[in-house]
């Protein structure tokens, strides 16, 4: 329509100054909005294609978050973006799930609940129920992160060995135990670490609080971005504990999160810059990965602890 009156305009007043003027008055305008159309659609483009290169959300390592729109019967916030990790952000990357606890309530049909979390966002996860097909996998050399649910014995005399040589290289572990004797695979690689072990038979069943400076204290966890988008946590139901053989070990498995009998119940290992090892945690009631799933900030956390082992920006 503009083109048009355009035409007419020069044709009719072709010597006169003033329609020259309006002419190139409405050129101009039509090429600055072009070029505003431009920018705008190239700024919109670049804002989708960055957005999934970030692995975290916003709210990482922030546990009492006050401004979200919902919250849980346990007072946490509803949303997957007060997760610490982003859905479909750690596509690439791969789990080991060495599932050598098992029970009747603690199913290939339960076990597919996490996985499913970790499938969100984005891991491609195996999983497994003998240490044997363990080792194998370990040594393909294709997983960055292995859960090991802890059973009573050990089967197979190379197991911690080949678990050891997966965290050296780079391979991070969750170590998951519960109640003594089923503490025996976390218990054994901590030993051969750290000089650490794991024993206890504490029935808790209660929630542990957030509390920025108190994870030492009865009952809290402290700052983590394990704990993002968490102040009330679930702590298991029958729970274990780390022994320290010395105040060095403490100091590099350093506890983050104390259950209601006063003994840490949560611990993680972040090695130096420079290291080759992989990250780890260690999770002392195993029952949030089957009969408290639900339960406070259960899911959140185990997603958000494997997200963190990941130290993706290393990858």
Known sequence: MVAVTRATLTRQLQSTNTTRAVVSC??????????KRIVKQH????????????PYNDVAGKSNITNAIEYDIFGNPSGREYDLGRD??????????????????FNDTQMQVPIDELKKKGFQVKHVKTEDECITELASNRYQITWIISNSQIQNPTFISSLTAFHSTGGAVFLFADNTPYVRHAS?????????TVDGYYYGGQKMTYKEDGHQEKGNFGQHEIFTGITSLFEGITIS????STTASRELFIPIATASDGNTSIATYDPPSTSTEGRLCL??????????????????YIVNATCWLLRIEKH
Request: charged share 15%; proline share 3%.
């Open 26 to 35: 409405i050129v101009r305008k039509k090429s600055t909005k072009q070029k």
């Open 43 to 54: 700024a919109t483009t670049t804002s989708i294609v960055s957005a999934p290169l970030q």
């Open 88 to 105: 479909g952000a750690f596509m690439g990357f791969n789990i080991l799930i060495a599932q050598l606890y098992w029970a009747t309530n």
């Open 188 to 196: 054994e690689f901590l030993k051969a670490k750290f000089g650490i």
């Open 241 to 244: 504990h780390p022994i320290y």
């Open 283 to 300: 999770d002392c009631g195993f029952t949030k990965l089957y009969a408290n799933w639900e339960s406070a900030g259960a899911a959140r």
